[in-house]
């Protein structure tokens, strides 16, 4: 296949996402707490991919200040990624719509059929996470207007089930709604084989930690770049009657401390110390507060070290348009080669 055709293959692929996203290339970045702020969101979408605002624990004065400082950067789509168990949700979804947020991303859990609603009522396009079919199926009913489906390789807090598994579970019976796929991603080839799978688009997170546009600290992408896929492991689960989610992260001193930290909590709520649900936050609270001790002061080895397993692909800092374009390029390329290796058959 010559590289025309091979490109007019990728445009082919991925229009549906590409329409639904309002941009050159199907790509997302991940919400990345710390990281995906107004430089890296606005250079995203400036680049011709989707940058995301991580509003994570913000409050709605923050959320609004960020979004019109981003808006002032870039006047490309991007959208705003709000935790569905924030306590403010309500007023963030509205922060966005005020503010014209073309798209929001309901992250954390299955949200509320009154959620969707409020935030497709100021004309926002709704992005939820799937992480099953039956899940993908509800959240259809309930309003979502695309999907995103993201397996246990990514960085962060994560699922049981890996990107692979999750796209052959899902894509094929998913039609309604563009579906993304996220976790491990951090070539362009990968792209293409979830496209081809019926995918509408890819998420990318750890791949632009190191971008020069972002705003980690220099040994943080340090780290990435020092870092194989093996070092990125889920973090242990203490006691089995207090299910934590696990956390993607390349190990370090803030490994075995999260551990201890669990041990703690854990007692002091079995001795009555502290109710179940404050007990689950204060465990959260210290991946908030790890991650922003390496992400933004540095601290590589008494902070979090969030990393999905395509950390090993992360070797050098460079500009995001040169990794969106190396990513292009490789989608392409393996579309020209399947095509070559077809006329040959």
């Given amino acids: 296949m010559e590289r025309e055709d091979a490109e007019a293959r990728l445009d082919t692929l991925w229009r549906r996402g590409r329409e639904f996203l309002g941009t050159r290339y199907a790509i997302m970045c991940g919400a990345m707490t710390w990281l995906s702020e107004r430089n890296l969101v606005s250079a995203l979408s400036n680049g011709g991919g989707f940058g995301v605002i991580a509003c994570g624990a913000m409050t709605p004065d923050l959320l609004a200040e ?18 569905t168990m924030h306590p403010d949700l309500e007023a963030l979804i509205d922060v ?10 309901l992250a954390g859990g299955l949200p509320k059929a009154t959620s969707i609603a409020r935030a497709k009522d100021s004309c926002a396009k709704v992005m939820c996470f799937a992480p099953t079919l039956g899940v993908a199926r509800r959240l259809i009913r309930l309003g979502a207007d695309a999907l995103m489906v993201e397996g246990a390789e990514a960085g962060g807090h994560i699922g049981p089930v ?19 796929i996220a976790g491990g991603i951090g070539r362009g080839d990968a792209i293409v084989a979830f496209l081809e799978m019926g995918a509408s688009g890819c998420q990318l997170g750890t791949r632009f930690v190191c971008a020069n546009e972002s705003t980690a600290h220099a040994d943080f992408k340090k780290a990435f770049q020092r870092a194989s896929a093996r ?27 999260f551990q201890k930290i ?84």
């Fill in 66 to 83: 960020e979004i019109i400082a981003t808006a002032a950067l870039t006047k490309e789509p991007f959208g705003v990624n709000l935790i």
């Fill in 231 to 257: 070092d990125a492991v889920p973090s242990v689960q203490f006691d089995p009657d207090f299910p934590v989610i696990p956390v993607r992260a390349i190990q370090n001193k803030a490994t075995q401390e």
């Fill in 262 to 345: 669990q041990r703690e909590v854990i007692q002091k709520f079995r001795a009555g110390e502290m109710e179940q649900g404050e007990a689950q936050l204060a465990i959260e609270h210290f991946w908030a507060g790890a991650l922003r001790r390496a992400a933004v002061d540095g601290d590589v080895d008494g902070g979090s070290l969030m990393a999905g397993q395509s950390v090993g692909m992360v070797t050098s800092e460079q500009p995001v348009t040169e990794i969106l374009n190396e990513l292009v390029d490789q989608a392409i390329s393996a579309l020209a080669t399947r095509g070559a290796e077809k006329a040959l058959a």
């Fill in 96 to 105: 966005c719509a005020q503010n014209n947020v073309s798209h929001v991303i």
């Fill in 162 to 180: 890996s990107t692979n598994v999750l796209a052959q579970e899902i894509l094929p019976h998913i039609h309604e709604v563009p579906v993304f």
